[in-house]
């Protein structure tokens, strides 16, 4: 493969053995953080992003505005991606920072305070837990694993070494998001009892792509870490690998997973007793795996022997706009994104984009749009209640818990983005098993199903060493 970054295991054990990072990679042997940095009141944060074809780039452009940040190195497999993105910042203004191919020997550097994670998902649990290990703090995309087990892994690591950890589930920053939330939980609209979360954006078909060289400055085997290694084709690659059980977990974990976080938390729920699922990959002859019309149904058990309903859908192309979500009658609803709002690709300005919520009460309902915005009716003649539009700043919200080492104050802590991430593979497994499932939400495990069981430990792909989620983290 062209300027490939095969590493035998070997070769591996000499030039990484000396870091706790490269033995996590191992098998999960500790590793000493350095000890902890006590920030005064001008000192900067140094932060290193992770990624940047995509969502990587809004990170780079979050931190550059705040002043108590320095972008100090950034990471990427793809040196073209990486060297444009370097030429750009350098435009921008920003001092041109330290640049590698190799997330391991980044961790070398015990003056990077944080890492910024906007990787592919099949590699977030993993470097992840390297950086706890190697004493970093972690803002850390969602979906924050690819399965539900390496999940339960992250929270152990930050636990472990006392890391901050933020979820990049923005909307927990949203301050209207945040006030609709309090408005539901102050009986705005009464008993809630049921929510929706929508996640219906306009997605072309990505066609057949043929099996084609590596590219020049692509590191493949780097790029395709814990995932099976398969021949090079363009739709396995950038962004459409989210189309793609190996790497990534269709809409519902890409765009999805924001609304379900939104349709949990707004519910008042965490765990499920039961998940049932149908769906379908439709119209296209191409090469996605994962459905583009998906419904999931969730069920939760309250103490006061009532039962609380979590629907989601997904759809990919004619849509209606409920409760006026997604359109310019709603108000803000914007969500910001790295490739751009442009008409039918991305964001919430396409006109055949619906992404938000809705929740339903004894006395009313509220619906929000997008990261920023919330309106609600009330009453059988659903008259307007309260509405607000105000946004927030995750990657804001997270440095200053750095600072602060308070990790209380996560807007998105990374203990509520593994709930929503585990509703999230329960509602895959029961898709791709046809069946419903079961759910204990005390031992947080399927009950009386070993193919569900193994899908949420990722059974049906595994780990290709060295790239392995250790049991011991």
Known sequence: MSKDSEINRRDFIKTTARTGAGLAALGGISFFPKPERIFGANDRVRVAVIGLHGQGWNHVHRYSAMPDVEIAAVCDVDENVMNGRVDEMERMGIRKPATYVDLRKLLEDKSIDAISIATPNHW???????????????????????????????????????????????????????????????????????????????????????????????????????????????????????????????????QGIHELDIARWGLGVKYPNRVA???????????????????????????????????????????????????????????????????????????????????????????????????????????????????????????????????????APIEEGLVSCTLLHLGNAAYRLGRSLHFDPETKQVIGDKEASSLLRDGDRGYRPPFVVPDRV
């Open 277 to 411: 699922a149908v769906g379908a990959h439709v119209m296209f002859d191409d090469d996605q795996t994962t459905p583009n019309v998906l419904n999931v149904a969730y069920e939760f058990d309250m103490p006061d022997g009532k039962k609380r309903i979590l629907e989601f859908e997904v759809r990919p192309w004619h849509t209606n706009h409920e409760a006026q979500i997604g359109t310019p009658d709603f108000g803000g609803g914007d969500i910001p994104s790295a490739l751009g709002n442009t008409v039918g690709s991305s964001g919430n300005k396409g006109p055949e984009s619906t992404i938000g919520n809705i929740f339903y009460g004894s006395l009313g309902y509220l619906a929000m749009s997008g990261y920023d915005s919330y309106k609600s009716w009330i009453g059988e003649e659903q008259e307007p209640g309260p509405h607000a539009t105000a946004g927030g700043n995750n990657w804001a919200n997270f440095i200053a818990c750095v600072r602060s080492r308070k990790p209380e104050d996560l807007n």
């Open 124 to 254: 977030h649990s993993l470097q992840a837990i390297w950086g706890c290990q190697a004493g970093k703090d972690i803002y850390l995309e969602k979906p924050m694993c690819h399965n539900a087990w390496e999940g339960r892994q992250v929270v152990r690591a930050a636990e472990k070494y006392n890391r901050i950890v933020q979820h990049g589930t923005n909307s927990r920053s949203g301050a209207a998001i945040i006030e609709g939330v309090q408005k539901m939980r102050d009986g705005l609209i009464g008993e809630v009892y049921l929510s929706r979360g929508l996640c219906y954006k306009w997605r072309k078909s990505i066609g057949h792509a043929p099996e084609a060289p590596v590219p020049d400055g692509v590191h493949y085997d780097l790029w395709t870490g814990p995932a099976p290694l398969k021949p090079f084709t363009k739709n396995r690659f950038h962004y459409n690998w989210h189309w793609v059980w190996d790497t990534g977990n269709g809409d519902f974990g890409n």
